[in-house]
């Protein structure tokens, strides 16, 4: 049972996405828990598709947790996998479940990098309580486990590192830039430069846009796809306007063929505050695209500098925009850092290996309990 407090699409619902694709449906019955938003459409109508069992969340409140207890108690999963979108996620509805007794419980915690002082005694008691009642808690870099230790109350033999995992064969690498720019009004000998995100204030998305003002200045011809939606989007559109950008800018929403847009590119950028391991920079790496990002958290685990892309101090337009100027104004170095960040994917960030990883995880903690998962009964 896959359990999510998420509201939006993002990477971290992108990511039990990829782990459920990828587990043997004949080993293990999967079900999803989630609010059920219209925000978490692209979520829901995928579960619909691929046959999963899907439940409402019951709440995420301390008042909730009695209809918690009841709702894991009546489903009774042998494994609850908890999906934070942020580090205070869930931590009821892991109480509920421990208090359940659900016999196996582990939690991905995709950004333990923001700290817990904004939170109350009563909020940190009970982050607390929860992270003792997992029995692994994930993450995805090495950057990632070291701020984890450092923020949360995690027992260090719990914690385990899986990078994502991305499947470069879904990413074309050419051959849809003419069909990109026909759609959106581009101009296809033109340089396209975009970004892949929620419109959040994590993604700074803003600055990308201030960045592609600067960039005009230079490259007068330069045009700029914004890929995504988000509760800031009237918001940075009237920033487009202001800077004059209104002809140049596309605000895409939300796509579900994220990988042709990514083909059709020059540059890819991410602007954020704060990431875990972005999947959009895996994507964009596997698409062959260079890529342009501030230097935050796990993305210098992915991104090598000067070899796959380019890194850039968070808050800093400027170099944004001198980055992007110099992956335009020397086209093969670009080329080469997107088929060396292409590689590297495949070499380091697979898929396959994430969800083979995270599958012998279940049924190693489903031994430690003194259960069998379906794999290896067959096996015997």
């Not at 995992?165 to 581009?186: H, W, Y």
């Not at 600067?214 to 800077?243: H, K, M, S, T």
């Not at 140049?248 to 954020?272: H, I, K, N, Q, W």
Request: net charge neutral; proline share 7%; aromatic share 8%.
């Amino acid at each position: 049972m896959y359990v999510l407090e998420s509201r939006s699409w993002g990477g971290a619902e992108a990511y039990v996405r990829e782990i459920i694709e990828g587990l043997d449906r004949e080993a293990w019955d999967v079900s999803l828990v989630c609010p059920q938003t219209e925000a978490l459409a692209p979520l829901l109508r995928w579960a619909h598709q691929a046959g999963l069992r899907l439940h409402a969340l019951p709440g995420e409140r301390p008042q909730h947790v009695p209809a918690l207890i009841t709702f894991f108690r009546t489903h009774q999963p042998d494994i609850a996998h908890f999906n934070l979108h942020h580090p205070f996620a869930c931590r009821y509805a892991i109480l509920a479940a421990t208090l359940a007794g659900i016999p196996v419980r582990i939690a991905t915690n995709h950004l333990p990098t923001i700290p817990p002082n904004v939170y109350t005694w009563k909020g940190r008691l009970a982050l607390w309580l929860a992270y003792r009642c997992v029995h692994v808690m994930l993450v995805d870099s090495e950057t990632n486990r070291r701020r984890a230790l450092a923020n949360y109350p995690i027992v260090p033999g719990k914690l385990r590192v899986i990078p994502h995992g991305i499947r470069v064969e879904d990413f074309p690498t050419e051959g849809m830039r003419a069909s990109v720019a026909a759609e959106f009004g581009l101009h296809a000998s033109a340089p396209i430069v975009g970004t892949v995100g929620r419109l959040s204030l994590q993604k700074a998305t803003e600055d990308f846009i201030e960045a592609a003002a600067l960039l005009r200045q230079r490259f007068p011809d330069a045009q700029f796809l914004i890929i995504g939606e988000g509760e800031r989007r009237a918001e940075l559109e009237q920033l487009v306007e202001a800077r004059g950008l209104r002809a140049s800018v596309r605000f895409t929403g939300y796509r579900e063929d994220v990988p042709r847009l990514l083909a059709a590119m020059d540059v890819f950028v991410l602007s954020s505050l704060y990431e875990g391991m972005p999947f959009s920079i895996l994507e964009a790496m596997a698409a062959a695209r260079p890529v342009v990002a501030t230097h935050v958290d796990g993305v210098p685990e992915v991104v090598v500098e000067g070899e796959t892309g380019l890194l850039v101090p968070p808050r800093e337009p400027e170099k944004l925009a001198e980055a992007i100027g110099f992956l335009l104004a020397h086209p093969d170095r670009a080329r080469e850092m997107g088929r060396r960040g292409r590689e590297r994917v495949h070499m380091h960030f697979s898929w396959k290996h994430m969800v083979e990883t995270i599958e012998q995880l279940y049924g190693t903690l489903m031994a430690r309990v003194g259960r069998r998962s379906a794999a290896d009964l067959r096996a015997r």
